[in-house]
């Protein structure tokens, strides 16, 4: 079945923990996305690649690295977490830029 | 820069009711655009969509109308069932310098009571 996952689901930790949250896709997408959504402002993009070691910011980076040393695979990482990204997260890949995305089922990230 | 601005929800419909759900964008260019639903705890699923004025995306009863000239991509649904109860979420594609990325409205929250 094609799909996109993310792991966990769901992430309780506390300020100035370092946090990974993994996303995977089957498709071999080149594109691939991370959004955050907060109530009442929908999703907005973290960071997205275009290819394999192709990464750049999106509309709110800050706080937040990711990688992609493979096609499948675009982690999100929280190097020192803080309350304000107490968020929903869905990470989102394409073929090609023009195509529709697919999003993964999100992490729902409490920080406290 | 791009944006879209849904109307405000909650929305809350009896059973068979007629839905609608304004959508409204600024973008530069031809963009393309979206509705996406969230079905409760669940991810982003693609709705419908249109790619080009005047075209009419449909999918599962819902219908929306690529307007230029209102630059607006209305949801409408003639009659809703409480399995429609979900957050549905505006979307445009611009194409250029964007790279892939979706601009969202903030979403609005649909429930439907029997």
């Known amino acids: 079945e094609a799909q996109v996952t993310q792991n966990p689901r769901y992430l309780i930790t506390v300020t100035g923990k370092k946090l990974t949250v993994t996303c995977s896709q089957n498709?071999?997408?080149?594109?691939m996305s991370w959004y955050r959504q907060d109530p009442g402002l929908g999703l907005r993009q973290i960071y997205y690649?275009?290819?394999?070691?192709?990464?750049d910011k999106g509309d709110v980076p800050e706080g937040y690295k990711v990688s992609r040393k493979e096609k499948r695979n675009f982690p999100l990482i929280l190097e020192s977490p803080s309350p304000n990204q107490t968020s929903l997260y869905f990470c989102?890949?394409?073929?090609?830029?023009?195509?529709?995305?697919?999003f993964g089922p999100g992490t729902r990230l409490l920080v406290l | 820069g791009n944006s879209v601005t849904q109307m405000e929800g909650p929305v809350t419909l009896s059973e068979e009711a007629f839905l609608t759900i304004n959508c409204t964008y600024t973008?530069?260019?031809?963009?393309?655009l979206f509705w996406y639903v969230q079905y409760p705890g669940e991810g982003l699923q693609l709705l419908l969509k249109?790619?080009?004025?005047?075209d009419k995306g449909s999918n599962k009863g819902f219908e929306a109308t690529y307007r230029k000239e209102t630059t607006s991509f209305h949801l409408e649904k003639g009659s809703v069932q409480v399995s429609d109860s979900a957050v549905y979420f505006c979307?445009?594609?611009?194409?250029?310098?964007?790279?892939?990325?979706?601009?969202f409205g903030q979403g609005t929250i649909l429930t439907v009571h029997p």
């Open positions: 989102a890949s394409k073929r090609q830029v023009q195509e529709t995305q697919y």
């Open positions: 498709m071999n997408h080149e594109y």
């Open positions: 690649s275009m290819n394999v070691e192709v990464t």
């Open positions: 973008a530069t260019g031809y963009p393309s």
């Open positions: 249109a790619t080009k004025a005047d």
């Open positions: 979307a445009l594609f611009a194409g250029g310098t964007s790279y892939g990325k979706l601009t």
